[in-house]
């Protein structure tokens, strides 16, 4: 069931990236718009989906090492 769940999120994820590339395209293609602005622009977009990407697969390794139960501390 897994595999189906990771399959399902990179779906979803090719699908919002495909999206927001059709949408920025006139951005980058358009000539008025400084180069450097542009380039700026994408290094920004590829750090945040790295970052984004980091902290969900952290969240996966933690989410796995924790406990089924989680037993509560009694006072």
Do not use: Q
């Amino acid at each position: 069931m897994k595999a189906f769940e990771y399959l399902a999120l990179v779906l979803i994820g090719i699908g919002i990236l495909g999206i927001i590339g059709y949408f920025c395209r006139g951005f980058f293609a358009d000539p008025a718009v400084p180069l450097g602005f542009r380039v700026l622009a994408g290094i920004a977009a590829v750090g945040f989906l790295l970052l984004l990407g980091y902290v969900g697969s952290d969240r996966i390794r933690k989410a796995r090492k924790e406990p089924e139960e989680i037993n509560e501390v009694k006072h």
